[in-house]
Structure formats: C-alpha cells, structure tokens
C-alpha cells in the first residue's frame, strides 16, 4: 500500500519512520542527503493536512539518553529543508512526546526524540520490543514507513509498529526498492558491482549472491587485502581478515567457474602510518612491501577499473575503494566516481549504495544527479541484493493490524 491507499489524511497523526542516520561534527551534520530524501513523504503529509510525527534514529546509543546522539541538530535541518517549522519533542514516547502531539495542527511537523534512547527499540524478542512499540503506536492514527536505511532492522519503529497499525510504504522505501529490483531482476548487461570499504566479512553473503548475478565484480578498499592473501600475496601491514580467507578463495574458485569475472587491483598506494601525511608511494598490489599498508587503489587500477566499467549498462557500488577522508588516498575513490558519473551520462544505470559511499562522493564534489541513484540504505541495500528477506519491507504486506493497538 501506498500513502494514497491510506485514504483522506487531513487531521490524522502519521507516524513516519525515516531514516535521518547523519554524520555528525558535534553539533554540525556533515552530510544531510539523508534528510533530503527524507524530505518529500514528510513535505507531502504535511501538505495533505495530517499531523506528521516522525521517528527516527542517530548512531548506536545503548538504549538510554545521551547528549551527542540527540536528534535535535536533525529537527533544525529538517526544518530548513521542508521549508517549515519542525516541532523537537525531547523525549520519544515519554510525557513530552505526548504533549507535542497532542498540540499539533493540521499540517504540523514533530520530530520525536532519538528511538534508540529506549531500549524496546532494539529489543531482540518481539516481547522486548512490545511495549515500547506499543506506545510509539499510541502515539499514531496509521504508520508509514521510509526508512529505506533500516528496513532490514528487526527493530520496534520498522517493524513491530507496522503490525499495530494501518501503514503504508513511503515513497522513499518505494523508489528504492524500485531501483535495486531492477538489479536483481534481468539487469541490463554488463553488469557490474564495486564493493569496498573496511571489512569483507560485511559483504560476504552479498559477495555469494552476486557470483549468480553480476557479470564482473571488481573489488578495491581495505577488504581488497584479503582477496590479495587469498590469492598468496604478502600484504605487509594493510588491514587482512585471516579468518576469512579459505571463504574468500572458495569465491574466487566458484567465480571462475561461474564465469564472473573477479577484477582486483594491479598497485596500491602504500603507506608507513595510517595517517594523511605518512610516507607512502605506489606499488605493485603483489609487492607489498613488510612495513607498509595499502590505503587505497593505485593510479594503474584506476585505469583498469574504468576499462572493465566503460561498456558496463548496470553498475551497482558500495564502499569506497580507499581512506578517502585522507586526501593523499582519495584518488582511488574519486577516480571510481568519475567513471560512474561517466558511464551515466552515456545511459547506463549506476547505483551508490550506503550512507559511506554517497557521503564520499558528495564529499569529493560529486552532485547526486550525475548518478542513477544514490541509495540511502548501505546495510539495507546489501542485504537486498543478497537475496534476504528484509523485516521492514515484508511486514508492510500484511494488511493486518493486531487487536492489541492501543487506543491512543
Ligand atoms: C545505516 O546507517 O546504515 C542505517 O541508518 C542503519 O543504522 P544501523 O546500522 O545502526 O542499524
């Protein structure tokens, strides 16, 4: 169902789960494209004359308050961006949450207080998340959910709360799930996936799904050293998950009898230190030398990276291939954006996934309209990919709504 489905909205309370995850300086959001793509499902509630509620989360608290988590710096942005007043109630389901709604008008915009202030957010049993979903939901006349960025969080706000009230999927969650679907389902060939970023052990399960789908899988970013081990390359310093490289030989095994081509970098930018103004030089990605880190891709994978892109029609990337918030290792990034951005302009359908790589690439100068898509779900998007079945998107298909709603 959609928010039209939901019939005439003037005058009712919309809880609207977002996703509003943004990094933060302090006080200062470093990237807020999560808060713009939020922004039209709240602008356009609003406009419908009901009375928005949203709810969303920041970062990983322990399910108490504290300060540098507060979603407050988020309610001003919001503000700005919609372009009208955003009420900030200072606690989630508590008595100043209760207040704020009960004094919103019609077309009235109220962030609650950071979800995971509450432990029920996060419970792992449905029972530990009952009562604080329950009281989210009294808070609500019907629910829609846009937090593209955690539908595959089993949590009180993305899930629980759908199964008490009448909900809808938000036109964020639809649109991105309009896209990844065309990646899964007949993507137009070559198609092509760049994974980066620290850790392999994340993208395991995506990297076995996508031996059945993707045509090339070109691997760079600091999850590249344990393709480099698993190959019988030194590594010297640079960051390896030991545990994870009989898994990985056995993907490279499969990938060459599956016939996806694997392509990893030929020279690394090594470093002595991890930081911006270590010594560091290029060298061949099999001649790392004992001292050094590799912390990003080097001008000659660069090259090879766009000639295995250049006639690609899909391409799907997440992670960035280098530490590219140190400049002397941005290159390798920037250089994948580039490609991208080129490969767009000619027709093909690029997808960035996650809030790293798209803060990456707006970081380095990009514009989010020379790619396809900018997805705001990293783990989501993944997990979509790998075939998972997403709590968020599939308790949104069930029309039901539990007798234990609360009156509100
Ligand atoms: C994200 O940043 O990927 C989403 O906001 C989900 O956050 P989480 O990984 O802390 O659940």
Redesign the pocket.
Known sequence: KTIADLGDLRGKRVLVRS?L?VPLDGQSITDDGRIRASAPTITMLSQMGARVVVCA?LG?PKGEPEAKYSLAPVARRLSEIVNTPVAFAEDTVGPAAEVAVAALEDGDVLLLENLRFNKGETGKTDAERAEFAGRLAALADVFVSDGF??VH?EQASVYDVAKLLPHATGGLVESEVNVLRRLTAEPERPYAVVLGGAKVSDKLGVIGNLLGTADRLLVGGGMVFTFLAAQGHEVGTSLLEADQVDTVKGYLERAEKEGVEIVLPVDVVAADSFSADAAHDVVAADAIPADRMGLDIGPRSNELFAEKLADCRTVFWNGPMGAFEMEPFAEGTRALAKTLADITAGGALTVVGG?DSAAAVRQLGFDDSQFGHIST????SLEYLEGKELPGLTVLDSDEVSDEVSDG
């Open positions: 996703d995850n989360h990983r960025g955690v969080r809030g779900g990293g783990g989501a």
